[in-house]
């Protein structure tokens, strides 16, 4: 079933000016999560109608801003390509979404630096794989056992 959203908060959202920028990383950083610097271009491509021109861009299919650097979280993944959404990547200035398209490769893209490893994934990973709990025996197998001492006992002093 589909949830019933504002309409108008829908409509706002998906023409919002979305900025695109696609980077490449070492397979090992998406396996592994990580916080990765990216250097903006001052040139972003639309996302919303892939540099062809629409309102949101004013019909220019890209953005222009301060080339800077902005910090994004991989999330540890297993597929070889995903794409993160970075809310107001340049405070009051437009686009006030930029998609980071991560895609696994050898070498990551110029401008693309591992700064360090993704904590929030290293906790969730120890919450994954908690001690293994000490393996008790089952109920079952201990009535078994009994009924088994009975029937001996019972036979034994027959
Ligand atoms: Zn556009």
Redesign the pocket.
């Known amino acids: 079933m589909l949830k019933l959203l504002d309409p108008a908060a829908l409509d706002a959202k998906v023409t919002a ?1 979305r900025g695109r920028v696609s980077i490449v990383v070492p397979q090992k950083w998406l396996r592994d999560g990580a916080r990765l610097s990216v250097e903006v271009p001052a040139k972003i491509r ?17 953005y222009r801003v301060d080339a800077s650097t902005i910090e994004v979280t991989l999330p540890r993944v297993s597929d070889d390509a995903l794409a993160l959404r970075v809310t107001n990547p340049f405070a009051d200035r437009e686009p006030t979404l930029l998609l980071v398209r991560v895609a696994a490769g050898v070498e990551p893209s110029a401008g693309v630096q591992w700064l360090a490893e993704n904590h929030d994934q290293e906790q969730s990973h120890a919450i994954e794989r908690p001690n293994a709990p000490v393996k008790s025996v089952p109920q079952w197998l201990v009535w078994v056992a009994l009924v088994c001492v009975a029937a001996a006992l019972g036979w034994a002093f027959r």
Request: charged share 20%.
């Open positions: 000016p639309c996302d919303l109608c892939d540099g062809g021109g629409c309102d949101a861009c004013g019909r220019s299919g890209a």
